[in-house]
């Protein structure tokens, strides 16, 4: 039986600013498009939907961990891993009890959305969060799962990018606009990085067990290029909004922090030496959405 330990390991604390990131910078955007359109912000109406947009975020993102740690360890991915603790594959709880966290983690997720849903009376959205849940459990379920077809990284980039961070805006504003989109592309990019990190790392094995992640079929070179096109382009995209709002510039800060991840990628490292790359990517993600957030509100 898996310890309380195990089980946090097995929600890999390691991806979960992925699920912060999004919601900051869609705080962030509409908290911007507030101030610019009425001169003020009502927190008492964007602090609740921003702290519920957070939860759905955050229960996708363990949701979609225990799925896919699920779904590997039954079909035998996980069975000669050099990445963090899986929960099936190493026998520590029966697959069962892990489909069981997935499905209720998805669930809690979507009664939160739904909650949001109905504050912010878009109920057109529900297919939008359904689709969201959906792309969780066949990131690995199912018989033909995407992610062993190369397009997890695209479907990161989507719901955690675009559809999170305009999501939350939408969510507060009822309104589109061009700062949320452009740092739903930003945060969608790095969050694209983490999966990067992961599925380069297990290139050898993903191969082997039939896999054909993004990774495997760009190949260790191509992938190295890429994961460093995302993390620094994120930054490039940021230039257009700091001419309207300097304060962004802030997101400057997070820079330094990409160059040990970039270099490291850069320098051939592999196997176990990408587990360190993995968490300062993620903090990476996690201090740029915070920066963002902060230049908007200033």
């Not at 604390?13 to 009502?42: F, I, K, N, S």
């Not at 001419?243 to 490292?269: E, N």
Request: proline fraction near 5%.
């Amino acid at each position: 039986m898996a310890s309380l330990s195990q089980w946090v390991q097995g929600a890999r604390p390691r991806t979960l600013p992925a699920a912060l990131a999004p919601v900051a910078a869609g705080t962030g955007a509409a908290a911007w498009q507030l101030e610019a359109l009425h001169g003020e912000v009502d927190w008492a109406l964007v602090v609740p939907r921003a702290l519920l947009a957070l939860a759905v975020s955050f229960c996708l993102q363990i949701g979609v961990n225990y799925a896919n740690d699920y779904s590997d360890g039954i079909r035998g991915t996980d069975d000669d891993r050099v990445g963090p603790f899986r929960l099936t594959g190493s026998g520590a709880a029966r697959p069962a009890t892990v489909k069981r966290a997935a499905i209720a983690s998805l669930a809690i997720g979507g009664l939160c959305g739904l909650v949001l849903i109905a504050l912010a009376q878009i109920w057109w959205t529900l297919v939008i969060g359904a689709a969201a849940i959906a792309a969780a459990w066949f990131y690995t379920g199912g018989k033909k799962p995407y992610g062993y077809l190369g397009l997890g990284e695209l479907f990161v980039f989507v719901f955690f990018g675009l559809v999170a961070v305009n999501g939350t805006a939408f969510a507060i504003t009822g309104a589109p606009t061009w700062v949320a989109l452009l740092a739903s592309v930003a945060i969608g990019l790095l969050a694209v990085a983490l999966m990067l990190t992961n599925n380069l790392r297990d290139i050898p094995t993903d191969a082997l067990s039939g896999k054909r992640t993004l990774a495997v079929r760009l190949g260790e070179r191509g992938t190295r290029a890429l994961y460093s096109a995302v993390v620094l382009a994120p930054f490039a995209l940021m230039v257009p909004v700091m001419v309207v709002q300097w304060p962004v510039a802030l997101v400057v800060l997070a820079l330094p922090l990409a160059l040990f991840p970039v270099r490291t990628v850069l320098h051939g490292a592999a196997g176990r030496e990408l587990i360190p790359v993995l968490g300062a990517t993620g903090r990476l993600e996690l201090v740029f959405s915070l920066l963002l957030l902060s230049g908007l509100l200033l």
